[in-house]
């Protein structure tokens, strides 16, 4: 190098500060490539280390996805459905979530899960909260999930409740089903910007499978109660079957009785033209009249058993209730259950079939001593009878247990009497007849207790039936 820097006319001095710039040149250079090396190693450690959380986060994704599948299929149990659920996304999202589910008919809350410690308190701000604001809300939005950005859309009491609560980001996303609004997904953090765009997706997700998985438990649920609906109508009908030979077997032995019970009583007649003592006389006078009364017995047996057409005729409903009563008072004697009858003489005929009011009103008398009998022995039966719109109203009141929902007590086959003491058909055949008459029936629950039905027939209003 020397040689060749003399060559060119440079001085020793001139070559010595060439080779100390090089010097220090290289040492910048090796400085410069063993930094950009470690930036790129480190970013390459960086980059394997996102895969691999981004692989664990996606893993646990899955397997909580798949988990909830797993419970949905393997149960029919919503209460475990949802504990599992809510479970699963505290996992995931390392906050607290709650689950609401939505009545199908009323629109209301229904059910509530959630992971909060204060389960009560919360579950109860939350229903009334959706109940009064956020659900309708949500439902009218025709939003998928709404976050912290939509606060100012939402409900004034929606923000306050949010505000109080502490909640700076959220996830409320709305569970469908085939276009069925389910429910409601929230989910909560007290921090700022806690749910990224892949949050979102994941909560929605997990909505769409929980919001299936719902629509799943209340098929089955429906289709359970149905088919037990089902049974119940089948054994109700078999039940009828039986109280209809029962009937027919009571219209054959009432006939078997009638012959001698006439047969006594013209004998007893006879004994009274003979001369006896006053003693004797007095015991045939009371054969004769228990004889009679049993014979009348029999004949409302009869004629209530007997298949005929309907007649339309003046009726004494009086008169109807006098025979109906004959019928059960042999079990309202021996139950001490009391009949008050509260009746106007003046009250005018009305026009109808008196053998088919003469069914609405035993069968009326039949519930209300079940339902007396189910309380005790003893109570009451008051039977009133006043005018009200051109027409005639008879009203029963029993001192019974009530009814458990009147809405129902009209519908065929509704009973709440054990399997073999009902068939559920004779409040709804009374329902028929008395709607035949053009008539009205009622039933309801009296402030003081027991049930009370009344019935509102038409002077002549009633319509024609037919042969």
């Known amino acids: 190098m020397i040689h060749v820097a003399q060559e060119r006319g440079l001085s020793l001095a001139s070559v010595a500060s060439i080779a100390g710039t090089q010097r220090v040149g290289a040492g910048v250079l090796v400085l410069w490539i063993v930094l950009l090396g470690g930036l790129y190693l480190r970013e390459r450690r960086l980059r394997r280390l996102e895969r691999t959380l981004h692989r664990r986060r996606r893993d646990a994704e899955l397997g909580a996805l798949n988990a909830m599948a797993e419970i949905s299929s393997r149960t029919f149990d919503l209460d475990e459905i949802l504990k599992s659920t809510a479970h699963c996304i505290r996992e995931l999202f390392g906050q607290h979530c709650d689950i609401l589910l939505f009545d199908r ?19 109860e701000e939350l229903r009334r909260l959706l ?30 409740w949010i505000a ?69 109508t089948q054994e109700q009908l078999l039940q009828s079957e039986k109280m209809s030979a029962v009937g027919q077997l009571i219209a054959g032995v009432a006939h078997e009785l009638n012959n001698p019970l006439t047969a006594i009583l013209g004998y007893a007649q006879l004994l009274e033209t003979e001369p006896m003592g006053e003693q004797a006389r007095d015991y045939v006078r009371k054969l004769y009249l228990q004889t009679r009364r049993t014979h009348r017995v029999v004949q409302n047996l009869l004629s209530f058993s007997r298949q005929r057409k309907p007649i339309q005729s003046q009726v004494d409903l009086r008169r109807v209730l006098d025979d109906s009563l004959a019928l059960r008072e042999f079990d309202l004697k021996l139950n001490g259950i009391q009949v008050e009858i509260d009746h106007d003489p003046s009250l005018p005929f009305i026009i109808g079939d008196a053998h088919q009011l003469e069914q609405v009103f035993l069968n009326i008398i039949n519930n209300a001593v079940d339902s007396i009998m189910d309380v005790g022995a003893g109570g009451s039966l008051k039977i009133r009878f006043y005018s009200e719109d051109q027409g005639v109203c008879v009203e029963f009141r029993d001192t019974g247990t009530g009814l458990k929902d009147p809405g129902k007590i009209f519908d065929p086959f509704y009973t709440t009497k054990k399997i073999g003491k009902g068939s559920g058909l004779g409040l709804s055949i009374c ?8 008539g009205d029936i009622l039933a309801f629950n009296h402030g003081q207790g027991g049930a009370v039905l009344q019935l509102k027939l038409p002077l002549s209003g009633a319509k024609k039936v037919a042969d």
Do not use: W
């Open 105 to 123: 008919e009323s629109g209301r809350v229904s059910q509530i899960e959630t992971t909060r410690e204060s389960r009560d308190q919360a579950c």
């Open 131 to 160: 109940d009064e604001e956020l659900a309708g809300f949500i439902v009218r939005a025709r939003s998928e999930v709404v976050t912290e950005a939509d606060l100012g859309r939402l409900p004034q009491p929606v923000q306050s």
């Open 164 to 232: 109080r609560r502490g909640h700076q980001s959220f996830l409320a996303v709305v569970l469908y089903s085939h276009g069925k609004t389910m429910g409601i997904l929230f989910i909560s953090s007290p921090h700022r910007d806690q749910f990224s765009a892949s949050d979102c997706r994941l909560a929605v997700a997990i909505a769409h499978q929980l919001g299936n998985s719902v629509e799943k438990v209340l098929f089955y649920e429906e289709t359970e109660n149905a088919s037990q609906s089902l049974r119940d």
């Open 431 to 438: 329902y028929g007849i008395v709607k035949e008459h053009g």
